[in-house]
C-alpha cells in the first residue's frame, strides 16, 4: 500500500505532524462551506445588501462610469422587504401581546399572523428574542407622530380655551385609541419589565402630561394655579374613561364620550375662573 503524501514531499518544520489525508480535507471543507451558507442565510444577508447599495452610486472599479442599475434595484428592494417584514412581525407581536398578553403569546403566533411559516424561526431573522420584540414594538409605538403634542403646541390661538381644550382632549383620546395595544401591554404585562414602564411613563406619559401643563401656565386665568397637578388630574382622567372603557365595553355610567369632554372642559374652565 502507497502511503500518501509521497516521502520525496512531505517537509517537517518544527515538530512532526501527521500528514492530513484528501478524505479528512473534504470532511473539513464541507462543514465550512455549510456553516459559509448558514451565515449567508441570516440577518448578515442584509448588512450584505446594504453595503452593496452603498456602491450603487459609484460604479464598478474596472469603470468608474458603469452603473450595475439592475443589480442595485434588486438590492434595495431586497433590504426594503426587509424592513417591511421586521415591522409586520412587530405589528403582529403588539396586537398578539394587546389582545393575549406577552406571556401567553408564543413565537409561532407572532410569526403566523406576520406571513411567516409557523415555528421556523423566521421571527429570529429580524429579533434575538421574545423579550427584544416587546422593546421594539413599545418604542415603535412611542417614537410615531403625537397628535397631542401638536395640538398642544400649535393649538388655534385665536380659538378660546375651552376649544382648544377640548381639541386637546379629544387628541388624547385619538391617541388612545390608536396606541391600544400598547396600552393593554402597559396594564397588563409592563410590571414585569420595570424599565420599559419607566421608559413609557418618562417618554410618553410624563412628556404629555408636562406639555398641558404649559398650555395651563400660559392661560391668562391661571396665575397661582398648580398648573403640574392639574394637567395630572386631566391627564388621569382622560386615561380612565378611555381605560374602562375599553375594558368593560363602556365608561362608568356609560357616559358617551361627548358628554365626557363637556364635564371635564368644564371643571377645567371653573378651576381656572376660580383662580383668576
Known sequence: MTSWPPASSRVTIGTPSAPV????RTRTVIPFLKISKYLLSRPHRLIAQAVGTLGCARGTRRDPRRRRGEDCRMAIEQVGAGSSAKA??????MRLFGEQGYAATTVAQI????GLRPGSGGLYRHVASKRQLLEQGVRRVLD????????LSEGVEDAPADVQLRAIAEAGL????????LNRVM??????FPELADEVR??????VTRALATWLAAQRSARHLDVEATAS????????YWTMTDATGAAPLAIERDRFLDALIALVQSVLARDA
Open 233 to 240: 388630574v386631566v391627564v388621569s382622567a382622560v386615561s380612565h
Open 111 to 114: 410569526e403566523a399572523a406576520a
Open 88 to 93: 409586520r412581525v412587530l405589528d403582529a407581536a
Open 144 to 151: 410615531a407622530h403625537n397628535d397631542v403634542l401638536v395640538a
Open 187 to 192: 396594564l397588563r404585562d409592563l410590571r414585569d
Open 21 to 24: 489525508p484528501p478524505a479528512m
Open 174 to 181: 385619538a391617541r388612545l385609541d390608536h396606541d391600544r395595544d
Open 202 to 207: 418618562r417618554h410618553e406619559v410624563d412628556v
